[in-house]
Structures are given as C-alpha cells and as structure tokens.
C-alpha cells in the first residue's frame, strides 16, 4: 500500500524528469558566483518577478532570515504577524542571530495584519525604543490567499511610514494560481521576496530571495556568514528550473483535489472542515478522538500533521493524485467521532 503523505507539501520526491534534469545541470563553485545554473535560476526568477537581482539558498528559513538581516541592524525591529513563519517557526532566527526585535501583531482571519495596527505599533524615533524598519507579509498564509486589495494598501503605509516590506512568498505561485493573476503582479510592491522551490513546486531543496543589487549583495553576505555559501548547487538549481517550468501551471490540480477532499470531509459527521483554501484544508476534530484519529490513519496509509496548528492540517500536492483523496476521505469516513 503506498502511503498517502498531506503533513505538508514539502514531502514530494524529485521525479524521473526532474532527476534528469539534475544529471546534466552545468556546475561551477557558487560562492564565486561561478555556477552558471544556479546564475540562470537567479536571472531567471528576477527578471519573472520584477527584481533587479536574487540569491538561491537552502531553505526558506534562511532565506527569510537574510531578508531581514538586509534590512535591518542591530536593534532595530520588524513588524510581523503573530502566527507567522519567520516570528514562529524559524527558532526566533532574527532576534537569536540578527539582533532584530520582533514586534507581533495577530492576524486577522484572512491573514492581514490590520494597518492601523501597523501603524500604531510603530516606535518613535527615541533612544527608548527599537527603530521600527519593517513590515513583513506571508502570502499565502495557513493557505490563504491575502486579500489582492490589501498588497497595495501595506505598501501604502511602508512607503508613509519608512518602512521596508518583505514578502514571505514560501507559497507565492499557489497565492498566484488563486488570484488567477501572475506571480509578478503578486510581488509588485514589496521590497524582498522569498519564494521556496520546495514546497508545491516539487524541487528538492531550495529557496531564492529577490530584492535590488544592494539588498541581494547584504543578503549574500549574511549567507556566507550563515554557512550557507555552497558550492556546486547548480543540481538544485536544475531542479528548481525545472520545478518552474512543469510545476507551477498544475498547482491548480492540487487546489482542485484540495477542494474534492474539503467537500468529501464535510459530508462526514462528528467532522468540522474549517477551512478550505489553495492546498490547504483545515478540519477540526474533537481534541478526545485525536489520538486514536492519528493511528487509525496512520494504519490505513495516511499522514497527517497533528498538533501544531489547532486544526488538523491537509495539504496536497505532486505527489496526491485523485485515488489518494478518495482513499482518504474513505479513512476519515470509516472512523467514529
Ligand atoms: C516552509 C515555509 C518557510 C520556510 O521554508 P524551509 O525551507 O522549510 O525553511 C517559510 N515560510 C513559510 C510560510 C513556509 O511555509
């Protein structure tokens, strides 16, 4: 029986195609700058999405953590969501390393963060206070799209207030694929941009960050300082290519499954399917039935990510064709709430 794998879309393996394309990737030694693949992938990304340069890096978390290294000093802070990636789930990476005091704000349901909320935890110029320097955005957020409307009027208030705008666009093309809009105009007003090739794209490894020269070159440094100057990457690279060029059109297929499995869920009772957005669903089940929840799918060949959200989290993605959501809408359906 082949396990059904929706913890998260981070668990898709390279295909046949994809490992192809690896084989062949020209390589050179990437902290010279000198792999022309991965310099192909980073002029690739930049000229799609509007910036005057991007780096390559391992991971989203890096990437994100360099952006705000770029932008901001010792001391200074930045303005985030309270349920974010970069303030929850990168181990306090900017304050731990980079000295940047956090300044959270809860996320309204849609995942904005309310401007005048913004706007009124931005410090004074007084030795008291940290130096507010930026605001930062997750797009898609816990699967939502943010509201197309709300891009335009954050960076309104970062350009008012002096504030840069980093976009944490670890899910960029599903945020794209839901606006029915290209990626470009997603990432129009922001000043950085990081996108992972690892998560519905399907590539291995890898993430880039996109900004202009002067932000690019302070990020590059902050990764060499990081340990991340790699070397030969340009196999990663290869894959990240090819992750653009066969994997960003069929993120609607995984939206579509998203929704069939959504729909099939609801049907189910004792069951409460709280959201439904991009390649994300969301169910809540009562807290009592989670554990035996847990093994009941686990033994019919379904993983699931249990307890890091409140929610029972779904995610699909290349590796979850129709015959996996069937099998696991019947998992659920077989099971007693
Ligand atoms: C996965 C993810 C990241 C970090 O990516 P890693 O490559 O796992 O470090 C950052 N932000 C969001 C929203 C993510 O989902």
């Not at 010279?32 to 005057?52: H, K, S």
């Not at 913004?118 to 004074?124: L, N, R, T």
């Not at 929704?259 to 390649?279: E, K, Q, S």
């Not at 089940?285 to 847990?294: G, T, Y």
Request: net charge negative.
């Amino acid at each position: 029986m082949n396990l059904i794998d929706l913890r998260s879309d981070t668990v898709t393996r390279p295909t046949d195609a994809m490992r192809e394309a690896m084989l062949r990737a020209p390589v050179g030694d990437d902290v010279y700058g000198e792999d022309p693949t991965v310099n192909a992938l980073q002029e690739r990304l930049a000229g799609e999405l509007g910036f005057a340069a991007a780096l390559f890096v391992p991971t989203g978390t890096q990437s994100n953590l360099l952006a705000l290294m770029a932008h901001c000093e010792r001391g200074d802070e930045y303005i985030v969501g309270a349920d974010a990636h970069t303030y929850r789930f990168e181990g306090g990476g900017a304050a731990v390393l980079g000295s940047i005091q956090p300044q959270p704000i809860p996320q309204a349901a849609d995942g904005t963060l309310p401007l005048d909320k913004v706007e009124a935890s931005i410090k004074p110029v007084d030795p008291h206070f940290a130096r507010s320097r930026l605001l930062a955005l997750e797009n898609t957020w816990h699967g939502r799209a943010l509201p197309f409307d709300y891009l335009a009027q954050a960076r309104e208030v970062a350009t008012r207030r002096g504030l840069g705008l980093h976009l944490d666009g670890a899910r960029l093309y599903n945020a794209a694929t839901a606006y029915g809009r290209p990626a470009r105009d997603v990432v129009a007003g922001f000043d950085s941009v990081s996108v992972c090739l690892s998560k519905g794209l399907g590539a291995p490894v890898g993430s880039v960050l996109l900004g202009d020269t002067a932000l690019i070159e302070r990020a590059r440094r902050w990764r060499k300082v990081a340990g991340g100057g790699w070397r030969q990457a340009g196999m990663l690279a290869a894959a990240a290519m090819y992750a653009l060029d066969h994997h960003v059109e069929r993120l609607a297929d995984d939206h579509a499954r998203a929704a069939r499995l959504a729909d099939g869920l609801r049907a189910i009772d004792g069951l409460d399917v709280t959201g439904c957005h991009t390649n994300m669903v969301f169910v809540d089940v009562p807290a009592p039935r989670l554990k035996d929840l847990a093994t009941r799918m686990a033994n019919a060949g379904v993983r699931l990510s249990i307890g890091y959200l409140p929610s029972v989290r779904l995610v699909t993605h290349l590796d979850i064709d129709d015959e996996g959501v069937d099998r696991t809408i019947a998992a659920f359906a077989s099971f007693a709430y």
